[in-house]
């Protein structure tokens, strides 16, 4: 007769069973929270539909009021002209770039319109006319990326990791990229040229530049003229070995006048060898050469001016909202539109909150 029990047996099967209803339970509450975020997402979008329904009328009267009164602000008040240029840096100054535009701005803001003319060379009256300068940075996506690629070239692989592309667009300053756009807002259709050479060259005088210049142009003139003289060196160097060539083949000819034919020089392969590097050594110290002759043009000024093609400004009629360029009369409308939404969402709020209130 057996003496074992079937007791664990069946205790087994009772925690297996009530393992699974537990994992089933689980599914089942985590599937109805979804459906229950669905359907809220739903319901919530149908209430807006229908809200936006029983109130359109009054969201097009807001809308079409707003760009009545963008096109009556168009017409009645002063003109908006701007002029813009563009900048490359070829020295890190877009930090004195952007303080000095903040400087500007900020006497517009004190109307201290003779300190800002003294400062850039202008007639009172010309001053006066101006409402704003901006600066902002000439970039695209791919530029960004060559920038973050450049500086995470710089970092060690255990600091690269760390590194995201998101966290390093937040942390650079618009003032680090090389070219620059500055622009000017007026109610007078002017020439700014001269603000902007005047900027330009309050920038080129700066000293901190000039003596950052000055060692520069001192260093590369002292690389170049290093690469003169060893490509001289070179050029001598494999003169000498040309005639240590033809010495040996004319001696290699005299040994031997009955044989007929054509050597090369060089022709073992050590020779070929050495003429090789002669010759590469040539082509590096030359190519290096070019490019300490192009950096030293590029050099040459500490901001350069490259582009400036509204002189006398152009007719501005929009705003800018997250970045685009926004007609005035839809600005106005988006706007007052907006503003009316907001309004009735609000009263409709108030009044779930009185029902709320009495069901309690």
Do not use: C
């Not at 997402?41 to 807001?62: G, P, Q, Y």
């Not at 309050?202 to 950052?212: A, D």
């Amino acid at each position: 007769m057996s003496t074992h029990s079937n007791t664990p047996n069946n205790s087994e099967e009772v925690d297996l069973g009530q393992l699974f209803k537990l994992i089933g339970n689980a599914f089942d509450r985590f599937f109805n929270f979804v459906k229950s975020i669905f359907i809220g997402l739903f319901s919530a979008f149908v209430w807006v539909v229908f809200f936006i329904r029983r109130r359109i009328v009054i969201l097009l009267i807001a809308s079409v009021s707003g760009i009545i009164f963008g096109v009556f602000k168009t017409k009645t008040s002063a003109p908006k002209y701007e002029s813009s240029v563009t900048l490359v840096q070829n020295y890190p100054t877009g930090e004195n770039l952007y303080s000095s535009v903040n400087y500007y701005n900020d006497l517009l803001r004190q109307k201290d319109y003779q300190t800002l003319g003294s400062v850039l060379n202008l007639d009172t009256d010309k001053t006066k006319s101006i409402l704003a300068f901006n600066i902002s940075p000439v970039v695209s996506e791919n530029d960004k990326l060559i920038a973050f690629n450049t500086y995470i070239r710089k970092l060690d692989s255990l600091a690269a990791s760390k590194i995201e592309y998101e966290d390093f667009l937040d942390n650079n300053e618009n003032y680090t990229y090389k070219y620059q756009q500055i622009s000017i807002a007026s109610t007078e259709r002017n020439s700014f040229k001269s603000v902007f050479d005047n900027i330009v060259k309050s920038i080129n005088e700066n000293e901190f530049f000039l003596n950052e210049h000055k060692k520069d142009i001192t260093e590369l003139k002292q690389t170049k003229e290093a690469l003169e003289l060893a490509l001289s060196k070179s050029e001598s160097l494999q003169d000498t070995y040309k005639r240590v060539l033809e010495q040996g083949l004319d001696a290699e000819e005299t040994s031997k006048p009955s044989e007929i034919g054509i050597t090369f020089e060089g022709s073992s392969e050590t020779e070929k060898t050495k003429e090789y590097e002669l010759y590469q050594n040539d082509l590096d110290l030359r190519s290096q050469l070019v490019r300490i002759e192009r950096i030293m043009l590029d050099k040459e000024h500490i901001v350069e001016m490259i582009s400036n093609k509204q002189d006398s400004g152009f007719a501005s009629n929009s705003k800018t909202v997250f970045g685009r360029e926004l007609d005035i009369k839809f600005y106005y409308g988006s706007v007052l539109l907006l503003l009316v939404f907001m309004v009735l969402l609000g009263i409709e709020f108030l009044k779930f909150l009185e029902k709320y209130k009495k069901s309690l």
